[in-house]
């Protein structure tokens, strides 16, 4: 079963203008991550976030994570045509395995 | 270096067949994961392996076995085809740490 719920399940924006993508979860974790799926093909990692963080940025993203309200949100600035992708989020409680949110589906028009 | 290879990158099937999918990791990484994504959905865990052990295991049928080879590459099978197993096939490794995956780009398989 999908452990995280994504919202919206689709963004469409102009280039230059920010994405914000949420995900909330179920039970606790160890962290989570966003990943990013071009043409569903294989994910690209982009960032990982764990439970005792509150927020992690890197280049144009910023992750911020809630653990009191079990959510998450991935925020892309200034966005181009090639950040055009499905965005997942994907939770982990141990090493053994990643759990998978139904994604984003982001349309950047230029 | 490499990036994790998947082959074939498509397949099809018909009902009852069996299936056999291949997965080379990267240089280095001693961990191996298998996801099952249908069209439209996230990826649904399936298998990892880990220094040529189970670690890990979602919540799929019987039908679906995997193993890992001492040179950490995997092969994962499934037997008795259903439609339902039509999907994308991703492979991911990971290193040391566990945590971060590096996905291959996935293996379509089509069950008619």
């Known amino acids: 079963s999908q452990q995280g719920e994504e919202d919206p399940q689709a963004l469409s924006i102009q280039e230059g203008e920010n994405a914000t993508m949420n995900c909330s979860y179920k039970?606790?974790?160890?962290?989570l991550q966003w990943y990013r799926q071009n043409s569903g093909r294989g994910l690209v990692h982009l960032i990982l976030?764990?439970?005792?963080?509150r927020e992690k940025h890197s280049g144009r993203l910023r992750v911020t994570l809630d653990t009191s309200k079990k959510s998450s949100s991935l925020l892309i600035t200034a966005s181009r045509a090639a950040d055009t992708a499905s965005y997942f989020c994907?939770?982990?409680?141990?090493?053994?395995?990643?759990?998978f949110g139904t994604g984003t589906r982001l349309q950047v028009f230029p | 270096d490499a990036g994790v290879t998947q082959s074939p990158t498509h397949l099809i099937k018909t009902r009852g067949q069996h299936v056999t999918l291949r997965c080379s990791p990267i240089?280095?990484?001693?961990?191996v994961s298998w996801y099952q994504q249908v069209l439209g959905q996230g990826p649904q865990f399936i298998f990892q392996?880990?220094?040529?052990?189970?670690?890990g295991r979602g919540n799929f049928p019987d039908r679906f076995s995997a193993r890992q080879f001492p040179n950490y590459s995997s092969e994962l099978n499934v037997n008795a085809l259903l439609l339902g197993d039509s999907a994308l096939y991703l492979c991911?490794?990971?290193?040391?740490?566990?945590?971060?995956?590096?996905f291959g780009s996935g293996t379509q398989l089509s069950v008619l």
């Open positions: 991911a490794s990971s290193s040391e740490d566990r945590e971060k995956l590096f």
């Open positions: 039970t606790s974790i160890n962290n």
């Open positions: 976030i764990r439970s005792n963080e």
């Open positions: 994907a939770t982990a409680y141990n090493t053994d395995k990643l759990i």
């Open positions: 240089s280095g990484h001693k961990s």
């Open positions: 392996y880990y220094e040529k052990e189970e670690r």
